[in-house]
């Protein structure tokens, strides 16, 4: 009593799908009818405590006390600065050659060094 593939579709089990299909979505509405008739309210979160404005006074205070940390200036010989563009245009401010230059030697230097040590 073995029925073997065929070419169409079988209808048996499909209707034995779509009915079991049937039967589960018919009880998980039934739970939830069930849940949302004894659901019991649900305490929330207590609210965040409100931060009193007296202690973020007090907070800005010990910040405008704390020192700020010095900064470092650096040579002027390094960055001389050719006269800028005018205002309004976004041009970095252009090096002197002569610091270019300088740049160039130090950093040719390095770089004979790394070939020396065979790093490069």
Same mark, same amino acid.
């Given at each position: 009593?073995?029925?073997?593939g065929?070419l169409?579709?079988?209808?048996?089990?499909?209707?034995?799908? /779509?009915?079991?299909?049937?039967?589960?979505?018919?009880?998980?509405?039934?739970?939830?009818?069930?849940?949302?008739?004894n659901?019991?309210?649900?305490? =929330?979160?207590?609210?965040?405590?409100q931060?009193?404005?007296?202690? =973020?006074?007090?907070?800005?205070e010990?910040?405008?006390?704390?020192?700020?940390?010095?900064?470092?200036?650096t040579?002027?010989?390094e960055?001389?600065v050719l006269?800028?563009?005018?205002?309004g245009s976004?041009?970095?401010?252009?090096?002197?050659?002569?610091?270019?230059?300088?740049?160039?030697?130090?950093? /040719?230097?390095?770089?004979?060094?790394?070939?020396?040590?065979?790093?490069?």
């Open positions: 009593n073995m029925k073997l065929g169409g579709p079988d209808y048996e089990t499909i209707k034995e799908k /779509k009915e079991k299909l049937k039967l589960q979505k018919e009880y998980s509405r039934q739970i939830k009818e069930y849940n949302m008739k659901i019991t309210v649900v305490q =929330r979160l207590p609210a965040r405590p931060v009193s404005s007296v202690s =973020r006074q007090k907070a800005l010990y910040a405008k006390k704390i020192p700020r940390p010095k900064t470092f200036i040579k002027q010989s960055q001389e006269p800028q563009a005018p205002t976004s041009l970095p401010p252009l090096l002197s050659l002569e610091s270019l230059w300088n740049r160039h030697k130090k950093e /040719k230097e390095a770089v004979a060094a790394f070939k020396a040590l065979h790093i490069l």
